[in-house]
């Protein structure tokens, strides 16, 4: 009897170790989703679910996500960005032409693609540059440019970070005047951003050339997908149309690029959306935020994202004012800073760490000197231009 017993119980051990360690990984490679689903729930408690949560979601930020998220899936999966970034890498001879290349790379696709697309996109390009080439002593300094360079090369287009697209659609904001509001913060940091990487010594380098055919017509009609994504982004057409021809195309031509998408981050928004829904519907957080709003918008906004991030603060804080510029602003130049204030800092972390055996404690030391400096520059400008 004690036998049986004793040999039983090792299984439900292991069982529910095996439970424990799926708990903590999905925790820890969802954590920005977990926080927002905590948060969102407590938030619950004080405004308990009504009629009035449909009206948090916006749907059309949802699914412009969606659309571009999809879209790019189906390119990386061509492998089209790899083939575009080697073509561009492949010019250049030495270290610093090679990290200004990369950094530039991502600076554009963050513009394109969204800026936590573009560094899983071009991360893995740039690990590849530097271990091929044994410059890995340039990994870290790489990695932290490519990551400014995404938070901040995305703030110029409506679709380039996800807080943009939300409040370029929940403001109404014309096109003209967003690029207009946010050319100057991106021309200081395409400057400070090239001044940085000019201190890379110009040593000799060279990258084998790998050949990669694209399916032309797959290649094509995924281009073709692509702007129909951005026109529905610029509301040339209803964002339906997208939600209806992308899928269908996709469930033709790669099914796996709709599996691939990131569906945590949807879900994040979801949450999000919940949670700052609920937060100005409390009165005292109503005051609070209102005060602080309307007193800088501008130092409120970046603040905020230091600590509840980016997506969130954009979200929350669209409650309280209607100064739409400060607030775009703050919260993309707010991206750079502390390692939570965007998304696209964390996936950063997680693909330095993967690869460098969790070296952290000086990346970490690096990356918050390089982050604070260019944050604390940007604000400062910005408060002279708004």
């Given at each position: ?6 040999r ?6 292991v ?12 925790v ?23 009629s ?5 979601f916006?749907?059309k ?32 001879k030495?270290?610093?032409?090679s990290i200004?290349?990369l ?6 696709g ?19 540059v ?6 890995k ?6 990695f932290?440019?490519q990551?400014?360079?995404a ?33 100057p ?17 110009k ?14 017509w ?7 997908l692509?702007a ?8 040339v057409?209803p964002?339906?149309?997208?939600l209806?021809v ?37 009165p ?7 005060s ?26 669209s ?13 993309n ?9 965007s ?17 952290a404690?000086k ?12 944050l ?7 408060s002279?231009i708004?």
């Amino acid at each position: 009897m004690h036998s049986a017993v004793h040999r039983q119980h090792p299984h439900r051990h292991v069982h529910f170790g095996d439970i424990c360690r799926y708990v903590l990984g999905f925790v820890k490679k969802n954590a920005v989703l977990c926080i927002a689903t905590f948060v969102a729930v407590i938030t619950c408690f004080f405004i308990p679910p009504d009629s009035e949560y449909l009206s948090y979601f916006d749907l059309k930020t949802l699914t412009c996500l969606f659309c571009v998220l999809a879209v790019v899936c189906a390119l990386r999966n061509i492998r089209f960005f790899t083939f575009l970034a080697r073509k561009i890498v492949i010019l250049f001879k030495n270290t610093r032409a090679s990290i200004l290349a990369l950094v530039y790379i991502t600076f554009l696709g963050s513009m394109l693609i969204a800026n936590d697309m573009a560094l899983l996109t071009f991360l893995p390009l740039g690990y590849f540059v530097l271990s091929t080439t044994g410059k890995k002593k340039y990994m870290a300094f790489t990695f932290i440019m490519q990551n400014i360079a995404a938070n901040l090369g995305g703030m110029l287009t409506p679709f380039g970070n996800p807080q943009n697209l939300y409040l370029y659609t929940k403001f109404t904001i014309p096109t003209g005047e967003f690029i207009a509001t946010m050319l100057p913060p991106f021309c200081i940091s395409v400057a400070l951003i090239t001044v940085c990487c000019l201190f890379v010594k110009k040593e000799p380098l060279t990258l084998e050339e790998e050949k990669i055919a694209l399916p032309k017509w797959r290649t094509v009609i995924y281009l073709l997908l692509f702007a129909l994504s951005i026109i529905i982004v610029f509301r040339v057409i209803p964002f339906w149309t997208g939600l209806i021809v992308i899928p269908i195309a996709l469930l033709f031509m790669d099914r796996k690029a709709l599996l691939n998408v990131d569906y945590g981050l949807l879900l994040t928004f979801v949450m999000f959306f919940i949670f700052s829904g609920n937060m100005a519907r409390i009165p005292a957080v109503q005051s609070l935020f209102g005060s602080l709003m309307e007193q800088n918008p501008l130092l409120v906004s970046v603040f905020s994202c230091q600590i509840i991030s980016n997506v969130p603060s954009a979200i929350l804080l669209s409650q309280f004012t209607t100064n739409w510029r400060a607030l775009l602003v703050g919260v993309n130049i707010g991206g750079v800073g502390t390692l939570i204030s965007s998304l696209a800092s964390l996936i950063t972390f997680r693909e330095y760490t993967s690869k460098t055996d969790g070296k952290a404690s000086k990346y970490i030391l690096l990356f918050s000197a390089f982050n604070f400096g260019f944050l604390i520059l940007l604000t400062v400008a910005q408060s002279f231009i708004l």
